[in-house]
């Protein structure tokens, strides 16, 4: 009898810990080119109940040292008014197996390359949200997501702003030993699908990685015999094919 009953909770149990959302924010790095300014990111729900998201939005101030402090963005004012990125809608109703855009607008100065953390997390809604649902509605879901222990997963995103006149200008230095890539420009430079692999087999290729060399900084690789490096070069809308020996 006691384990019928440890069953049938373990199933009920199962059952409510599936009835969660699911949240896909795709691309994790994305950019503001210099002649746009606006970007629209489409949030998927592939759970099994409605994902109620906020979105927040912190711009991070990078050091001489490669660290960074984050500072929450304020978003619009009552008046409409604002500077720095802002998402629009914050709020995001996406009903299950659905898909909701936010509109990440950007104000303010773009002289140099500014730097975002753009946050999807789901939540129980609540009446301070300002969700557009009724208090109903919201008591019922709250209820269903109480029925046992969901966690529901958030995601962080980085969005870059390019500036307004933004210039590319990679340095490259190829020696017996070392690559670097200087970036003397004023905008972000990326490595894409970096892959560092044995010439003539007999070994492994290590994980795939992507690699931002940020304005006035350095991108260095220490070449190690037997290997072969091989990545896109990104420069804004120009992408090149580059192989390392």
């Given at each position: 009898m006691k384990t019928l009953i440890l069953a049938a909770v373990l199933s009920a149990f199962g059952a409510a810990a599936n009835a969660a959302p699911a949240l896909n924010v795709g691309t994790i790095y994305d950019y503001l080119d210099a002649?746009?300014?606006?970007?629209?990111?489409r949030i998927y729900n592939g759970g099994d109940s409605t994902a109620y998201v906020k979105v927040t939005v912190l711009e991070m101030h990078y050091k001489p040292d490669g660290s960074f402090t984050e500072v929450p963005v304020k978003g619009l004012d009552a008046a409409g008014k604002g500077t720095g990125l802002i998402a629009s809608p914050a709020r995001l109703i996406i009903p299950v197996k659905g898909m909701q855009p936010t509109r990440l607008l950007f104000r303010g100065d773009r002289s140099k390359e500014r730097y975002y953390r753009v946050r999807f997390v789901p939540v129980l809604p609540t009446k301070a949200d300002k969700f557009a649902v009724d208090e109903a509605g919201r008591e019922d879901y709250n209820a269903s997501m109480s029925a046992g222990i969901n966690v529901m997963a958030g995601y962080g995103t980085i969005f870059f702003v390019r500036p307004t006149n933004a210039v590319f200008d990679s340095q490259i230095n190829n020696s017996a030993n070392r690559y670097t890539l200087r970036n003397n420009g004023n905008s972000s430079v990326v490595l894409d699908n970096f892959k560092d692999c044995p010439v003539k087999g007999g070994g492994e290729c290590k994980p795939v990685a992507k690699h931002h060399v940020?304005?006035?900084?350095?991108?260095?690789?220490?070449?190690?015999?037997?290997?072969?490096?091989?990545?896109?070069?990104?420069?804004?809308?120009?992408?090149?094919?580059?192989?390392?020996?």
């Open positions: 002649k746009n300014s606006s970007y629209t990111k940020l304005p006035q900084k350095t991108f260095t690789l220490d070449k190690v015999a037997g290997r072969e490096y091989s990545f896109d070069l990104i420069e804004g809308t120009s992408k090149k094919s580059m192989v390392v020996e």
